[in-house]
C-alpha cells in the first residue's frame, strides 16, 4: 500500500475516481454530497479531465449517458431528491447498457426532508428508481477506506457488464474523516468498448449506436431477455458480504453502511451480557446475498435489521431468509440515529 | 497563547479547526472566567461546535451557533449574538470558522470589528490531507482564506494528524513543511496541536507551545 491520507469520505470517492481512471464528471451540488464536486472541481484541471457543473441533476445524468455512450469512464453524483431527479436518466442508460458510477450520499425525505444521514433511497436504489425492468449493481460502504476500494471495483464491474453502479453511502460516511491508505496502482478493468460504444468508424464500420429504444416487441423481449440473464449472471458473480461472529448467534442482524459499526459495538456490549450476536453486512444491496442469509437461516432464534428508514431491506431478509426464522426490525427516521444501548434493548426484547 | 481578546481559528477544511477551536476555549476559560466561542461555520452541517455544546456549556463557555446548526435547515444565517461580543470587551472570544475561503467569507462581515481589537487568525494546517500535503498548496490555501475573510492570517498552527494512528514522526513531518511556509511567508507557528500520545519528547523539544486535544465530536459508534 501506498500514501496514507486524512480524508472526507466525499472527498475519497472524487479521488478514487480519478485513481481508476475516470476524467468525466458532471453533477449539480446537494448536501450533503457537494465536497465531491468540490474535489473534482480543484483536480479534474490537473489530471486533464472534465468538471461540469451542469444546470440541473437531470442534465448531469444526461451528459453522463453521452460520455459513457462514448466509452469514456464517467460518474455523477448527488444526494437523495437529486437523485430522484436523475431516475429517467437512469433507466435510459439502463436500457442502453451504459456503464458509468453513479453515487448517492443519502439524506432524509420524503420530498425536501432533510440533510441529516439516512438509508430511505433503498428501495430506490434496488428495485428501480425508474421505470423497466433494469438493475444497478449497488454498493454499500461502511468505511472511508471501503468506500475508496468499493469505488474503484463499481468502476471494474460497470465496464464489465456494461452496467450501472451505485455507490451508496450516507451522510456520515460523506462526512466524516478517517484515514486512507492507497494503492500505487489500481488494477483496472480494461474493456474493448469498440463493438458497441461512439469511438469513431474510421469509415471502416457500420456507425454504432447508443439507445434504448426497439420498435418491434419481439427485438425489444429478446434485448430485455439478454438483460436479464446479464443480471442473473452478476447475481452469481458479484454479491459481496461481510459476517462477523455468526456462528451459534443467538441474534443475528441485518446491518448495512455505517449503522452495522454501530452494531458491531452492540455485538460486544450483548457479549458482556452474555448474549452472541452475529452481523451480516451486505456490502452489496443489489445483487443481495441471498445464500448467505439462507446459509444462516437456521442458526438464531430470530433475525433483527436494523436501518435508517421505516423498514426496507428487511423486506429482503425477510425473503431470504424465508420463514425460516421470525425477522424484526428496528429502524430510525429524519436524520436520527439509533443509539448502541437503543439497539441492545430491542435484541433483548426479542429473546424474551 | 492565550494572550489575545479574539481568536480566530480559519483553515481547509478538515484541517480539525473545530477540535483545536473547542479544545483552545476549554483551556482559555480555565484561566478566563468569561469565555466565548462562535460557531461560524456556514459550510458544514455535519459534526461541528454545537456537537460539543454541552462540554463546553458545563466549563461556563457562552456557546454562540446559527439557530438552525444541526437541525435538518442548511440556512447560512449568523446570530446577531456575535455583534455583542465586540462591545463585551470583558470576554475572551473563540471563532470556529467554516473550511475554506467559503467559510472565510463569513467572518469578512466582523473585519472592520476585528482589526480594532486585539486578535489572533490561526491558520489550522494538518499536511495529512491532500489539499494541504506541500508547501505550495498550503500558501495557496492561506492566500484564498485571505482574500476571502479580508484579513491576514497571523499565526499558524500544526495540526498534522491522522487521526488515532498519529505518532510524533507525522507531527515533525508536518512541522518541517509548515516551517518551509512560515519563513517564506513570514508567518509565525503559533503553537502545536495533537493528542497526548502523540505529543511526546521530540515535538516538546522543538520548543513551541503545545496544546494538548481531547477529542469532543464524535461518531455514532465512538
Known sequence: MGEKLLMKGNEVIAEAAIRAGCRHYFGYPITPQTEIAHYFAKKMPEVGGTFIQAESEIAAINMVYGAAGAGARVMTSSSSPGISLKQEGISYASGAELPAVIVNIVRCGPGLGGILPAQCDYFQAVKGGGHGDYKMVVLAPCSVQELYELTVEAFNIADKYRILAMIMGDGILGQMMETVEFRDKEEIYEADKSSWATVGTRMERDHNVITSIYIDPEVLERHNQKLQAKYRLIEENEVRCEVYNCEDADVIVAAFGTVARIVKNVIKMAAKEGIKVGLIRPITLWPFPVKVFEKYAEVPKAFLSVELNAGQMVEDVRLSVNGKRPVYFHGRMGGMIPTQQEILDKIKEILK | ?222
Open chain 2, 1 to 222: 497563547m492565550f494572550s489575545r481578546r479574539i481568536n480566530i481559528f480559519a483553515g481547509h477544511f478538515g484541517s480539525g479547526k473545530t477540535e483545536v477551536a473547542v479544545n483552545f476555549a476549554l483551556k482559555l476559560s480555565k484561566e478566563y472566567k468569561n469565555t466565548a466561542i462562535v460557531d461560524l461555520d456556514i459550510v458544514n452541517p455535519y459534526f461541528r461546535t454545537v456537537d460539543a455544546r454541552d462540554d463546553l456549556e458545563q466549563n461556563g463557555i457562552w456557546v454562540i451557533a446559527p439557530v438552525y446548526a444541526n437541525t435538518n435547515v442548511d440556512v447560512p444565517a449568523l446570530p446577531a449574538e456575535i455583534n455583542t461580543l465586540f462591545e463585551k470587551k470583558e470576554y475572551k472570544v473563540v471563532f470556529d470558522v467554516g473550511g475554506d475561503d467559503l467559510g472565510a467569507k463569513a467572518v469578512s462581515r466582523y473585519k472592520d470589528e476585528i482589526v480594532q481589537d486585539d486578535y489572533e487568525i490561526y491558520f489550522v494546517i494538518n499536511t495529512k490531507r491532500p489539499m494541504t500535503n506541500n508547501a505550495d498548496r498550503i500558501k495557496e490555501m492561506i492566500w484564498e482564506i485571505e482574500e476571502s475573510a479580508g484579513l491576514k492570517i497571523t499565526s499558524l498552527v500544526n495540526n498534522t494528524n491522522l487521526l488515532g494512528s498519529t505518532t510524533s514522526k507525522d507531527i515533525l513531518e508536518g512541522h518541517e513543511l509548515i516551517e518551509q511556509v512560515s519563513l517564506e511567508l513570514n508567518i509565525p507557528i503559533g503553537f502545536i496541536s495533537g493528542m497526548k500520545n502523540a505529543l511526546d519528547q521530540s515535538i516538546q523539544q522543538l520548543g513551541f507551545p503545545l496544546l494538548q486535544l481531547e477529542k469532543h465530536i464524535k461518531l455514532p459508534w465512538e
